[in-house]
């Protein structure tokens, strides 16, 4: 019972990278989904489940959200700096979670599932990133002051820059 | 669509019974799920609904509209001839149409 409350718990993290508008309308209803699936299926079937499902599904609604200009510029702006700040700490904890299963566990299914969503993660946190940056910055230079946005994608630096630098000094230590 | 011709459903009776239609071919999760409902919503081909007899008032449950009946009969029409066309040339012989008829 605890465990499937954590496991909710993260999937309500994880539903914050989509589109606001579209999580006021079927946030609820995609948690009650998602324990409808761990209740049936167990954790780690519904965990695979949502890594199938999140990057593509993920990208459709930002796009949909971008296209159908349901909200606003700055609205849209902070969402992407909401969805940065997200991305960017789930994947340092992901970072971690990897460490700690890899030391404990050892290597297994557990460990690349966590490194496979690590690699994702990073991946859309340097997406998100470059992308909000542009329309941050861009907003801000009109607006004369720093955007909501742009505080949320500086906030969010320390996380994304420690995972690429793992990344490369991990890379390069590897490499002698 | 087809997982709700049959009776109104909520978000993972949809999911289940597309999947159970599909021999499991078609896994869909809540984020998909979801996507296809909001854009079927704004089509409107579903509509909400309350449930059957309120049974439960946290879900949300949908039935497909005149719209989406029409829409799907239309489609499934247009399945049966491209089926039947490509039976009567002898097309794709390989895959044995006619197992697979209507």
Not at chain 1, 8 to 29: D, F, N, Q, T
């Amino acid at each position: 019972m605890k465990i499937d409350k954590i496991n909710s718990v993260i999937y309500k993290i994880v539903l914050k990278l989509y589109p606001a508008y579209y999580l006021e309308e079927y946030g609820e209803s995609m948690e009650q989904t998602f324990r409808d699936i761990l209740t049936d299926d167990g954790a780690p079937a519904a965990w695979i489940k949502i890594a199938r499902d999140l990057p593509g599904s993920l990208i459709k609604e930002h796009f949909d959200n971008l296209r159908s200009g349901v909200v606003g510029i700055t609205k849209r702006n902070n969402n992407i700096g909401l969805a940065v700040l997200v991305a960017g700490y789930l994947t340092l904890a992901l970072w971690l979670l990897a460490i700690f299963t890899g030391v404990e566990l050892g290597l297994g299914i557990v460990s690349y599932v966590i490194v496979a969503f690590f690699g994702f993660f990073l991946l859309l946190s340097g997406v998100l990133f470059v992308t909000s940056l542009v329309f941050n910055v861009k907003e801000s230079r009109v607006s004369h002051k720093l955007s909501k946005g742009l505080k949320l994608t500086l906030i969010s630096i320390p996380p994304i820059a420690f995972c690429y630098l793992a990344i490369v000094v991990k890379g390069l230590t590897e490499g002698h | 669509m087809l997982a709700l011709i049959e009776r109104e459903r909520h978000g993972y009776e949809i999911m289940k019974q597309a999947e159970y239609d599909s021999g499991g071919k078609i896994k869909m999760g809540p984020g998909t799920l979801y996507g296809n409902i909001k854009r079927m919503l704004a089509d409107r081909m579903i509509e909400e609904t309350n449930g059957p007899d309120n049974e439960d008032e946290r879900r949300k449950y949908y039935r497909l509209t005149g719209k989406g009946k029409n829409f799907l009969s239309m489609e499934l029409l247009r399945y049966d001839n491209a089926v039947k066309l490509a039976r009567r040339k002898n097309l794709f012989p390989e895959i044995k149409l006619q197992e697979f008829s209507l």
